[in-house]
C-alpha cells in the first residue's frame, strides 16, 4: 500500500506500506505518476485538490487498485469536484467509472470532534445527461 499526501492524515494499517509526502519541489500529481511505474498493489491518494485528481481517476479506469479522497460537503459534491479537478479532462461518466462508492464522512461536535461514515453511496456507471446518479449502499 501507497499513501500519497500532502500532509499525512490517513492512518494505513498494513506491514508494508509506504508513505510519500509532496513538498514544495515534488507535487502530489508527481508522487502519483511515480507510484504507478511501481505497479503497487494499493494506491491512496490523500486530498486530491488539484491536477493530481486527473491521475488518479486515470489509475482507477485502467486496472490499478485504489482510493482517493477530496474535501466535498457531500457524496455528490465530492464526485462534482473530481471533474472540475480534472480541468476538463474527465467528464462524468470517466469519474463514475473510476468509483464504485463514496463514503461520506462527518465529524462530531467538540469535544469528542472524531470523524465518522455518515454514509456509503453507489455510484452508478451510467451517467444519464452527464449527472451523477447515487443509491445508498446496503
Excluded at 470517466?94 to 461520506?104: D, K, L, S
Excluded at 470532534?113 to 443509491?135: C, H, Q, W
Aim: with cysteine; net charge positive.
Amino acid at each position: 500500500v501507497i499513501t500519497i499526501e500532502n500532509a499525512y492524515e490517513i492512518a494505513v494499517r498494513s506491514k508494508s506500506k509506504i508513505q510519500l509526502h509532496a513538498t514544495d519541489t515534488i507535487s502530489q500529481r508527481t508522487l502519483v505518476k511515480v507510484t504507478l511505474r511501481l505497479r503497487p498493489s494499493c494506491v491512496v491518494v490523500g486530498e486530491a485538490r488539484d491536477d493530481e485528481a486527473i491521475d488518479m481517476i486515470e489509475s482507477l479506469t485502467t486496472g490499478h487498485y485504489g482510493y482517493g479522497t477530496t474535501h466535498a460537503d457531500d457524496a455528490l459534491e465530492g464526485l462534482m469536484r473530481m471533474v472540475s479537478l480534472s480541468r476538463g479532462s474527465k467528464t462524468p461518466e470517466h469519474v463514475a467509472a473510476a468509483f464504485r462508492y463514496v463514503i461520506e464522512m462527518g465529524r462530531r461536535p467538540p469535544p469528542d470532534g472524531s470523524r465518522y461514515i455518515r454514509r456509503i453511496m453507489a455510484v452508478a456507471k451510467e451517467t444519464p445527461n452527464d449527472r451523477f446518479v447515487l443509491t445508498q449502499a446496503a
